[in-house]
């Protein structure tokens, strides 16, 4: 099934002309109520009312991550306050985290891309749903409740964790769609044959993956240890968090939802757009929402695009899976990593540059696993083992509230972190995604 | 009497305190007490040297983490109960120690022991009191 056919299966110049009425509108109301944006655009020499069709996207200036923080907390909004209705926050690199506000139509336009989200996987109204992604200020849960919801789904919000109890209750409601992060599925295949359930006989048929990279090894690893169907949902809270793309059972790129989301492809250092199926950095416009509408926000996600028509029928653009990142973020089990946070954390216990590294693994059991490995100075140093202990846990603790997933902190003798050019390599993911 | 013990941080790698004794061998320094402490991922080594100067020195100028650390080494008799009566008196004083290990070498027919405590010089007066004979850097030296 097809949620919205009229624009997932819309002939290009139609979705074009629906893009193009869009932004039309969108430019002059954030001219209007955003100050941060009237000012980007006089600095670009953009006239609102010069925007007449999508094609004007180009003059456009791009915002950026840095943006979003450096107007913490209400700088980009352009809507009141009192009009929004639902607040999400996510990790930043240093100090401020992302924030976005959605307003009542911001929610019912998740709900809607999530829907489609979901259809496209291959869900049919009157399915059951598991809904694994964390409940809570991360968007993963509540974005896929909206889109269950709104779909006509039957929802079990187990939220992330407890596994014996996901499994159970995926034993007892038998719901076929499953939707967590990729790595997390594989783990509680793990812990499904620990306690005597054999996963290929498994209730879930079709898996919602994202938050997080993974690899078509990976899928295939899933879906013979589950015996379903494993695919790709792609999204980011900024721009409405997950339901941006989304696979549908071809598994031949993500389905981005283009009539509100328009995506460009664009060379990271040039900002110039790249030929049709070159990699470059994703960037995106929110072409209907209010809250914060974002023009052409750099995701800084490297993927590829194609214009072709899927053989679903659905004609929007599809992207690759992710294929690296423009600057040195990692995610972690649905969490945004960046080494300036550790960076942070060090400096305010050693008050001094430290020399660190973070090392991203996946382990057997599947989840990944954060080492940070810290040189030990000689002014830290101590003869007696319980301080070092204590300066290893101080650490510990410190980076576990910044990142809120657990790391293990190991120290390590000076300059064995290896330098490149003077300058150390900062993260190792030795995942193989 | 105060002796210094050098002390130095060790990744648990192979090799690792191969490295620093024959950079202190190499050098001319004698290594007279020695002892490690181990976790999981790192280890503290502590020694005692004859050129406790010119070793740290040689440690820090090839990259190890090395820090000085007063310690106090003294005689034990070397019978069945003589640390125990030796440790008795420093409790009864509520002296704490931190760790301890043994020298390789003796001066008479005493055991030789290092001992690291919580707080040095009042320690060191308690065993003055008690007329426990301390070892002193000269001695060791001389060894």
Redesign the interface.
């Known amino acids: 099934m097809i949620w919205k056919e009229n624009v997932e299966c819309a002939a290009p110049a139609d979705l074009r002309e629906l893009q193009s009425g869009y932004l039309k509108k969108l430019i002059p109301y954030i001219y209007q109520n955003c100050a941060v944006y009237r000012q980007k655009l006089d600095a670009a020499g953009v006239k609102p009312d010069s925007v007449k069709s999508i094609d004007d996207i180009k003059r456009l200036p791009i915002t950026t991550k840095e943006d979003m923080r450096d107007n913490y907390p209400y700088g980009l909004f352009s809507t009141p306050q009192d009009r929004i209705t639902e607040i999400h926050v996510s990790s930043g690199t240093t100090g401020n985290p992302t924030l976005v506000g959605y307003t009542k139509d911001d929610v019912k336009l998740w709900g809607d891309v999530m829907a489609r989200a979901f259809c496209c996987a291959g869900a049919e109204p009157g399915d059951t749903i598991q809904i694994a992604y964390g409940y809570g200020l991360f968007t993963g849960g509540l974005g896929a409740h909206y889109g269950a919801l709104e779909m006509g789904l039957r929802i079990l919000p187990t939220s992330s964790g407890q596994t014996a109890r996901q499994l159970k209750l995926m034993q007892d409601f038998k719901p076929r769609i499953i939707a967590c992060t990729p790595s997390y599925v594989l783990y509680m295949a793990e812990q499904a044959k620990e306690m005597g359930i054999d996963p290929t006989k498994g209730n879930w048929k079709i898996g919602v993956f994202g938050a997080e990279p993974w690899s078509e090894s990976m899928r295939r690893e899933i879906e013979a240890a589950w015996n379903m169907l494993a695919t790709d949902i792609y999204g980011l809270s900024e721009i409405i968090g997950p339901g941006v793309a989304q696979e549908c059972h071809h598994k031949d790129g993500l389905h981005v939802f283009s009539d509100v989301f328009y995506p460009e492809i664009v060379d990271p250092k040039t900002g110039r757009e790249v030929r049709e199926g070159e990699d470059g950095e994703l960037v995106i416009t929110t072409l209907t929402k209010q809250g914060i509408p974002l023009i052409r926000y750099g995701t800084r996600d490297i993927v590829s695009m194609t214009h072709e028509k899927c053989r679903c029928g659905r004609t929007s653009p599809r992207i690759s899976k992710i294929k690296g990142r423009t600057d040195d973020m990692i995610v972690v089990r649905g969490i945004n990593v960046f080494p300036s946070q550790i960076e942070h954390v060090l400096v305010g216990i050693e008050g001094t540059q430290p020399h660190y590294q973070i090392i991203v693994d996946r382990q057997a059991h599947h989840l990944d696993e954060v080492e940070v490995l810290v040189e ?3 002014r830290f ?5 319980k301080r ?2 204590e300066l290893g846990k101080k650490i510990k603790k410190e980076i576990e509230n910044v990142l809120s997933i657990g790391v293990k902190v ?7 972190i290896a330098r490149s050019e003077g300058k150390a390599k900062r993260i190792v993911d030795k995942r193989t995604l | 009497m105060k002796i210094t ?1 050098i ?1 130095v ?3 648990n790698r192979k090799g ?1 305190l191969y490295d620093v004794c024959s950079l202190l061998g190499g050098n001319g320094v004698n290594i007279r007490a020695l002892t490690i ?1 181990e ?1 999981e ?2 280890g ?1 080594l ?1 020694i005692v040297v004859d050129k406790s100067d010119a070793a740290i020195k040689l440690l ?1 100028d090839n ?5 000085f ?1 007063d310690v106090v080494a003294i005689e034990v008799p070397d019978k069945p109960g003589g640390l125990a009566s030796i440790l008795k008196l420093l409790s009864e004083h509520d002296v704490n120690i ?2 301890m290990y043994g020298f390789v070498e003796k001066f008479s027919d005493k055991a030789l022991l290092v001992m ?1 405590f919580e707080d040095t010089d009042f320690a060191q007066q308690v065993l003055a009191k008690q007329q426990i004979r301390v070892v002193t850097e000269k001695d060791i030296e001389g060894l």
Request: charged share 30%; no cysteine; glycine share 0%.
């Open positions: 030990v100075e000689q140093f101590s003869d007696e083992i070092l202990n190991t120290l390590v003798e000076p300059k064995t | 013990q002390s941080f060790l990744e690792r402490a976790t991922s790192f503290v502590r820090r990259q190890f983490v090395a820090n650390t931190e760790y690291r």
